[in-house]
């Protein structure tokens, strides 16, 4: 769980100068600096993977994973992404850390709230995603220059430029795509998505 400065502060309340000591953690590889005031304690000390997508919800908020990075975490397309990308209300944003890429795109705050996911790993922690239908809208609202104005165009979309899995879409919640027309930008783009669902032409 990254922590910020003042929970570590706390725990060298004895300490005159506890930012030599937070220094020194952080030269002995103890704990990592993910930004100004927000840490987090490196593997060296509890044998556990960090979690880049539980990093990513606490280094810029409010903000879910979403776009390719939660539909590569689905399996919904094959590539790797090599920033962890995430939705948010505020301005964009991107961070280059230890911990690698974490990159936040601004969405419409009443969209933002749909169809968000809590992913519980081993019940040991949690953090928040896009559902698989939110992440394919995100991803469409985003990009600049998309043009989609028929169900034929937005199955080529899919199937070439994204190389989706298109058996996926069978099991699409229908109303998150609805409410995000409502919500969102792109409305014509997002109506073909929703008619290639109820039709499949």
Not at 9 to 36: A, F, H, M, Q
Not at 67 to 75: H, K, P, T
Not at 122 to 131: I, K, P, R, V
Not at 139 to 155: G, H, P, W
Request: glycine residues 4%; aromatic residues 10%; contains cysteine.
């Amino acid at each position: 769980m990254p922590v910020n400065t003042n929970v570590l502060y706390s725990l060298y309340s004895d300490l005159n100068n506890p930012d030599k000591k937070l220094s020194e953690l952080e030269c002995k590889g103890l704990i990592i600096r993910i930004k100004r005031n927000l840490y987090v304690v490196s593997p060296k000390v509890h044998n556990q993977e960090i979690s880049s997508e539980l990093v990513a919800n606490h280094l810029y908020g409010p903000s879910y994973i979403s776009l390719e990075s939660a539909l590569s975490y689905y399996g919904l397309i094959p590539e790797r992404v090599y920033a962890l990308r995430s939705v948010c209300t505020k301005l964009y944003k991107q961070y280059d850390t230890q911990l690698g890429v974490f990159e936040y795109i601004k969405v419409p705050e009443r969209y933002f709230s749909i169809g968000i996911s809590q992913q519980n790993i081993n019940n040991s922690y949690s953090f928040l995603m896009a559902t698989p239908e939110k992440a394919l809208c995100d991803k469409i609202i985003t990009s600049q220059n998309l043009r989609i104005q028929s169900v034929r165009a937005m199955r080529e979309y899919l199937e070439d430029d994204l190389r989706f899995e298109m058996q996926a879409l069978h099991s699409f919640d229908i109303d998150i795509i609805k409410a995000c027309i409502k919500w969102g930008r792109k409305k014509l783009e997002l109506t073909q998505l929703l008619k290639l669902l109820q039709y499949g032409k």
